[in-house]
């Protein structure tokens, strides 16, 4: 009876370590159920925004002219950049483009909500003290850990799915469909990986999130020098989670192989984080943090200073890594008039780019530029939230405790927001129009694109006054937002396919801003989204005034 207990207690200890995990679980997917929706039903869109009749791929299967045009702007250095390696170039039908032009950005679209998911639930509750709260109740040491591989896994499974049910539903083979769907979704659970190592490393978020977003470009690059220096890639391109989604050939000459280095890889970090999880003490990382000074710097005498510099290294990085992608994609621009001849009869693109030549450039610039500005829509919505995540681990009190006024120290945090939202905007659009440069572009002057970016500039703004008067008023709903921002990129992707009514698509503030490389911004609507911007401020401090703040 002895050595049946002897042999059972170290079972038991064992699963001690993990006890809790399904409670946690349970309360993770709660808190991210919107997020987790909003990720699904936005990628099903894409795809059937994309590949369904009237979307960008659908003539594709229809008109040889185009499949052989498309495929033949398809081998250039600049669209494998943006694009894939090109399988399927032979025959480039609806199958084959989604595979080969959609893979790398669904990838980093869902390696990025996998990383902020994994850095949330980790260093972020450490950070805040509220995973302390959680251990002192009946909590395994390794529960935390578990629930969130176990959380981050049925979030991309649920992604995974919807994906499956798009890319079938617009008629896509089904099995081809979900090899596709759960191959992105192995590889951005190998950047979830990375992200729960990186938050073992590093003992704030910021850093976890920087290293992780670092490994992210750092192979996003590699994948792209990989595949143009050899046709289909070279062995460079193995060291990229994104070329191993590339690399099952699917709706070509589909294997499976490849993805058994995603599991692999994935499941070799998992343990180093476990491994490293269980070597180090509860709150600290690995790398050591180095020594400060013994006396605040000079600089450091108000809360302006103290928001830079909490803001300072994501602004550096943020603008740094969507710059370099920007360049990227303005060095296609001069190719723009031969793409559009490749697929001249689809629906899509007589709306999008009416007219030839030099206009067909101006629109399609002007487009792209719009995706520069959600960037800086959501580094706004990011950075203004932080003054949430410092009222939540109630630094915001100690900060208001001192003889500093609670408005200033919101306004401070929105000025140095503000500031970072609009640099990461025209860094974004002159790294474009460099890009442009680049590759010979003449037909439109440097001062154009710095137009564009002003009259993006205020609805930029309208996006973070939004954010902060939610903020200001109910804490708790900051995820309106987030809202918006989805409504946004639902207006620009789909609301002509949807026929969505002006009264709609104004909710966007995107909406009233005009192409200024080809016709000038309406007085109007700059004034009017200033005007909106301005009126949500004030209805920003009301509310932070009339409330109290968590200390």
Same mark, same amino acid.
């Given at each position: 009876m002895s050595a049946v207990a002897a042999a059972a207690a170290p079972r038991r200890t064992a699963l001690a370590s993990f006890t809790g995990a399904g409670h946690l679980i349970r309360f993770m997917l709660r808190r991210d159920r919107i997020r987790i929706a909003v990720w699904t039903v936005l990628i099903a869109l894409l795809y059937l925004g994309s590949l369904?009749?009237? @979307? #960008?791929?659908?003539?594709?299967?229809?008109?040889?002219?185009?499949?052989?045009?498309?495929?033949?702007?398809?081998?250039?250095?600049?669209?494998?950049?943006?694009?894939?390696?090109?399988?399927?170039?032979?025959?480039?039908?609806?199958?084959?483009?989604?595979?080969?032009?959609?893979?790398?950005?669904?990838? /980093?679209?869902?390696?990025?909500?996998?990383?902020?998911?994994?850095?949330?639930?980790?260093?972020?509750? #450490? #950070?805040s003290g509220r995973s302390e709260l959680m251990r002192a109740g009946v909590l395994g040491r390794h529960a935390p850990l578990a629930a969130v591989i176990v959380q981050v896994l049925l979030t991309n499974l649920i992604v995974a799915v919807g994906s499956t049910l798009a890319l079938a539903g617009v008629g896509l083979d089904p099995v081809e469909s979900a090899i596709m769907a759960f191959g992105i979704a192995?590889?951005?659970?190998?950047?979830? *990986?990375?992200?729960?190592?990186?938050?073992?490393?590093?003992?704030?978020? @910021?850093?976890?999130?920087?290293?992780?977003?670092?490994?992210? @470009?750092?192979?996003?690059?590699?994948?792209?020098? @990989?595949?143009?220096?050899?046709?289909?890639?070279?062995?460079?391109?193995?060291?990229?989670? /994104?070329?191993?989604?590339?690399?099952?050939?699917?709706?070509?000459?589909t294997r499976l192989w490849p993805l058994g280095i995603a599991v692999v890889v994935a499941f070799a970090l998992l343990v180093l984080a476990a491994v490293l999880a269980s070597h180090r003490d509860f709150g600290a990382g690995m790398v050591k943090v180095r020594s400060g000074r013994a006396d605040a710097s000079p600089l450091l005498s108000g809360p302006v200073a103290l928001a830079w510099v909490r803001q300072r290294t994501a602004l550096l990085w943020t603008a740094l890594g969507l710059s370099a992608m920007w360049f990227a994609t303005g060095t296609i621009l001069?190719?723009?008039?031969?793409?559009?001849?490749?697929?001249?009869?689809?629906?899509?693109?007589?709306?999008?780019?009416?007219?030839?030549?030099? #206009?067909?450039?101006?629109?399609?610039?002007?487009?792209? $530029?719009?995706?520069?500005?959600?960037?800086?829509?959501?580094?706004?919505?990011?950075?203004?939230?932080?003054?949430? *995540?410092?009222?939540?681990a109630t630094r915001a009190a100690l900060v208001l405790a001192k003889p500093v006024a609670r408005l200033r120290w919101l306004l401070s945090g929105a000025l140095v927001a503000a500031v970072g939202s609009l640099v990461v905007l025209f860094a974004g659009i002159w790294a474009m129009a460099l890009g442009g440069y680049a590759a010979g572009l003449d037909s439109i002057g440097f001062g154009d694109f710095t137009g564009l970016a002003l009259a993006y500039t205020p609805a930029v703004l309208v996006v973070l006054a939004f954010t902060l008067a939610v903020y200001a008023?109910?804490?708790?709903?900051?995820?309106?937002?987030? $809202?918006?921002?989805?409504?946004?990129? !639902?207006? !620009?992707?789909?609301?002509?396919?949807?026929?969505?009514?002006?009264?709609?698509?104004?909710?966007?503030?995107?909406?009233?801003?005009?192409?200024?490389?080809?016709?000038?911004?309406?007085?109007?609507?700059?004034?009017?989204?200033?005007?909106?911007?301005?009126?949500?401020?004030?209805?920003?401090?009301?509310?932070?005034?009339?409330?109290?703040?968590h200390g």
């Open positions: 369904a009749p009237g @979307g #960008e791929y659908s003539v594709l299967d229809d008109d040889p002219e185009a499949r052989a045009g498309r495929a033949a702007t398809l081998s250039s250095p600049a669209m494998i950049a943006m694009g894939g390696p090109g399988y399927g170039l032979d025959d480039y039908r609806r199958g084959p483009a989604a595979a080969n032009e959609l893979i790398l950005w669904v990838t /980093i679209a869902l390696a990025a909500m996998t990383i902020l998911q994994v850095v949330r639930h980790t260093r972020s509750e #450490e #950070e192995l590889g951005a659970l190998v950047y979830g *990986a990375v992200a729960l190592v990186t938050s073992q490393l590093s003992e704030s978020s @910021g850093g976890a999130l920087g290293m992780a977003f670092g490994v992210l @470009g750092v192979t996003y690059v590699a994948r792209v020098i @990989g595949d143009i220096q050899e046709p289909h890639g070279s062995a460079l391109s193995w060291l990229s989670p /994104i070329a191993w989604v590339h690399q099952t050939r699917v709706f070509v000459d001069t190719e723009v008039p031969n793409m559009l001849e490749a697929v001249g009869d689809n629906p899509l693109y007589d709306q999008l780019l009416e007219g030839s030549g030099d #206009e067909m450039v101006r629109i399609f610039a002007a487009f792209i $530029a719009a995706y520069s500005a959600f960037g800086a829509g959501a580094y706004a919505i990011v950075m203004m939230l932080r003054a949430k *995540a410092e009222e939540d008023w109910a804490p708790r709903a900051s995820g309106l937002a987030w $809202a918006l921002f989805g409504w946004m990129f !639902l207006v !620009l992707m789909f609301a002509d396919m949807l026929d969505l009514p002006d009264w709609l698509r104004g909710l966007s503030p995107y909406w009233w801003v005009e192409n200024t490389l080809s016709d000038p911004m309406p007085v109007s609507h700059t004034l009017g989204l200033l005007g909106v911007a301005v009126a949500l401020v004030l209805v920003a401090l009301v509310g932070f005034r009339r409330r109290d703040v």
